[in-house]
């Protein structure tokens, strides 16, 4: 099959949807956004598409080129060698990549914050091995929370830990590991045991894989559309690592796990607006110049006012991702923001994606458009960081502290 995916890159020239993020970051940081937004129309914008078309991940190079440029080393310090960007450019960059692609974003935001963590949270010894060669894309990091029968809820986990002679010795299974296929350093969550005072509490291990281990292996886990996320089971069979493979203090990776989780849902809120105004983009410009009936698609009021309504929510779901990214920015938990941007973003992408779909017709479901692809790859987007369910459900049970002052204590 010959992918011949239209051009969209000529879409976002002038566009002032990401002005207000944009207002927002140093001269500094905007010439990196600009960067990676020149990059992206170059390197990932055809190859991202192409690759869908033909039911593979996007090209292996689109990775190894975003690291040549530095980008996963963004938030690093710079006393590493790194930007030490703010989480509002780390957010921008992603959605550079969203536009064409939800699923590539996903990833490369994955492996970035895999670099980050190393960065920020490793002790000197795991810095010394690990970090130069991540920031480089040697080494590629990913967390590894997912269990079979664990998802969201971390202390379900059956992953274990045990202390021995020879450091931890690793037994159990993760799933849904985000790049898995070719991970090379995910950071592991497991139970501890045999580890006194700490028996029983949740650690992280940072586990460099060898591909000739006999006692870890992987299955690709098959998605339909969703083939960039380069998805994958790791098992472990009682897999040796060293005493200084865990990653902070026994017993704080599960505090530390919840922490982050409110940033990742902004990440995914904004990721999911960028694609959002991305098929709305290629919608408009699909139906300004497609005629029926003597006039232009976006002519005819009923069309019209239905990619009005997707603009609407568009601007709305931005406006609550740009509020929750300054409050993490800030340094502020977010817990309800976080929640709320990321459940009304997705929701607002789905659905959006799929009116556009309406409104081009039968030339939506091929190559020619981009719009097939963001349908496919989006629906992933409800899953990631906490389901719709979920995400209400924290929204709810903080609303007497959010909404209802005469109730607080």
């Not at 291990?205 to 591909?211: C, G, I, N, T, Y």
Request: proline share 3%; net charge neutral; glycine share 8%.
């Amino acid at each position: 099959m010959n992918a011949t995916p239209t051009p969209t890159s000529g879409l976002f020239g002038k566009s002032g949807f990401f002005a207000h993020l944009d207002s927002l970051l140093n001269p500094t940081e905007q010439r990196t956004v600009a960067k990676a937004s020149e990059f992206c129309a170059q390197h990932i914008a055809e190859a991202s598409h192409a690759a869908f078309c033909v039911g593979e991940a996007y090209p292996i190079s689109i990775l190894e080129g975003w690291a040549s440029q530095g980008f996963l080393a963004l938030q690093v310090p710079t006393s590493a060698g790194g930007a030490e960007a703010s989480f509002l450019c780390k957010i921008r960059l992603a959605q550079e990549v969203a536009l064409y692609s939800f699923a590539t974003a996903f990833s490369l935001n994955n492996l970035q914050g895999s670099v980050t963590r190393v960065a920020k949270a490793g002790s000197t010894q795991q810095q010394d091995a690990y970090l130069a060669r991540l920031m480089r894309g040697d080494l590629l990091g990913a967390p590894a929370l997912t269990e079979p029968l664990a998802g969201s809820d971390l202390g379900a986990l059956e992953m274990v830990a045990k202390r021995s002679d020879q450091g931890w010795i690793l037994t159990g299974i993760k799933t849904w590991v985000t790049n898995g296929q070719v991970v090379s350093l995910p950071l592991v969550m497991a139970k501890l045991a045999n580890a006194g005072e700490h028996e029983g509490s949740i650690a992280s291990f940072l586990v460099p894989l060898d591909k000739q281990s006999t006692t870890v292996s992987r299955r690709q886990i098959q998605t339909v559309g969703g083939n960039s996320f380069r998805a994958a089971e790791i098992e472990f069979r009682e897999h040796v690592v060293p005493d200084w493979a865990i990653f902070g203090s026994p017993g704080e990776a599960f505090k530390t796990s919840m922490a982050t989780i409110n940033a990742a849902r902004v990440h995914v809120g904004a990721m999911c607006t960028a694609t959002l105004y991305s098929a709305l983009a290629e919608t408009v410009a699909y139906c300004a110049r497609r005629t029926t009936f003597g006039e232009p698609l976006i002519g005819h009021q009923g069309l019209r006012w239905e990619l009005a309504e997707v603009a609407t929510r568009l601007e709305a779901a931005n406006a609550l991702v740009v509020l929750a990214a300054r409050h993490i920015n800030d340094g502020n938990a977010a817990v309800t923001l976080a929640a709320q941007a990321k459940k009304f973003a997705v929701d607002a992408a789905i659905w959006g994606v799929d009116q556009c779909l309406r409104c081009v017709g039968a030339v939506g479901t091929t190559s020619a458009m981009r719009l097939s692809m963001h349908q496919a790859e989006l629906r992933f987007a409800a899953y990631t960081d906490g389901t719709g369910q979920l995400l209400l459900d924290r929204v709810g049970k903080n609303l007497a502290k959010e909404y209802c002052r005469t109730m607080q204590g």
